[in-house]
């Protein structure tokens, strides 16, 4: 028998609105769209913002690392530091890759968890923003997600398993369909991987993208035929910002003088740097040396209209903000640029999210949080 009607969102990480603009993305199926504006930050803001409809002023995720020597839970492996050398060997992909896995296992961390290239020696310095599945019951701690609104509501839901590929997710869903499940978020993340090698590449774009149409118009058919009506909705997350230049801001700052956990603490994101004053001297010297590079410290009004602003500072004392298309190389997140890299500011035009739905969307979605009480709304409706 089928259900009445079946609720749909599918999450695909940076279909930003430029790209669903540029290629008329299912644009037959889905003509109701809206450019919406993404969360300030990585996709370890704004996945938490879409599924909580909180923003990082409230739920305290910016970027996955923040200084915070009092709270770091990697104090007694950074004593151990010394042991991994030569640095050349252990930043290498496959070797962080392998070492993260472990020390995720050691601390039990559920969440998504990579070290980058965080020097190993300033982890005790470090704390870490998503030790905790955000996909699951109680994944935000004393803040409802996704999992724990639909459970209370008793909505017979599926969400995805973030750790499984996009193939496997969309195979799941199927068979959550196929199961009587009337509610569901299906994860795809491949999509962001393409375009942070390939963004320049208008063919390579296109060509994931009719992949992509494939598998959608097949998990929309499933639904079809297995409901009297089907709400379809696809979401993003962010854009991607083609590279137009890099910048070593961490080498200027360790020329300094300034000695790091005694002066000063930073966390070196690939658009931005996030500074936190240990002294007054740290903060005249590091402002100084910023003035040299393409970008600026974002303002208390900034950080509002952003919704990163938090009283605690814990994001940063001063949060350096590059201008669009310029990377920090090396940074804490990797040794090299890559072609394409979100995190700048929202208003630029590579920068903004887009939903697409069959059906009327409501004027009140315009920032990537909205996103949350939309998906409640059609899960009462059920």
């Known amino acids: 028998m089928k259900n009445n009607t079946i609720e749909i969102f599918l999450f695909i990480d940076a279909l930003g609105w430029k790209i669903v603009n540029d290629h008329q993305f299912l644009t037959d199926i889905l003509p109701y769209r809206k450019k919406v504006d993404m969360q300030f930050g990585y996709s ?34 950074s004593r151990l530091a010394w042991l991994f050398k030569p640095a050349s060997f252990w930043n290498r992909g496959r070797v962080r ?10 601390y039990g961390f559920t969440g998504y968890f990579q070290l980058y290239r965080m020097p190993l020696w300033k982890l005790k310095f470090m704390d870490y923003c998503e030790k905790r599945d955000l996909f699951i019951a109680g994944g935000m701690e004393n803040i409802a997600n996704l999992h724990d609104t639909l459970t209370t509501m008793n909505v017979d839901f599926h969400i995805s398993d973030w750790h499984l590929s996009d193939d496997e997710n969309y195979l799941a869903a199927e068979e959550a369909i196929e199961n009587g499940k009337n509610f569901l978020f299906v994860y795809t993340a491949g999509f962001d991987g393409v375009l942070h090698d390939n963004i320049k ?38 854009g991607m910002t083609p590279l137009t230049g ?4 961490m080498e200027k700052i360790a020329q300094s003088g300034l000695v790091f956990g005694k002066d000063y603490g930073a966390c070196y994101d690939s658009t931005m740097a996030r500074f936190y004053y240990l002294n007054e001297k740290a903060e005249n010297v590091i402002t100084g040396i910023m003035k040299d590079f393409p970008g600026h410290f974002l303002s208390e009004d900034e950080e509002k209209a952003y919704k990163i602003y938090r009283s605690d500072r814990i994001f940063g004392d001063g949060i350096f ?53 939309f998906m409640i709304e059609r899960a009462r409706a059920l």
């Open 246 to 249: 890099t910048v070593d801001v």
């Open 201 to 238: 590449n208008e063919s390579v774009i296109k060509a994931k993208l009719d992949e992509m149409k494939i598998k959608i118009l097949c998990l929309y058919q499933k639904a079809q035929d297995n409901a009297q009506n089907v709400h379809f909705t696809i979401i993003s997350d962010h």
């Open 97 to 106: 890759h392998h070492l993260s896995k472990l020390i995720k296992k050691l």
């Open 44 to 77: 370890s803001s704004a996945i938490p913002s879409i599924l909580s409809g909180k923003t990082p002023s409230e739920h305290g995720h910016l970027g996955l690392f923040r200084f915070a020597p009092e709270d770091s839970p990697f104090k007694t492996f």
């Open 321 to 373: 903000l590059l201008d669009a298309g310029i990377q920090i190389v090396p940074s804490d997140m990797g040794g090299k640029p890559l072609n394409g890299m979100h995190g700048f500011a929202p208003e630029n035009e590579h920068s903004f999210a887009a939903i697409l739905s069959n059906g009327a969307l409501p004027e009140n979605i315009e920032h990537v949080a909205d996103y949350f009480n």
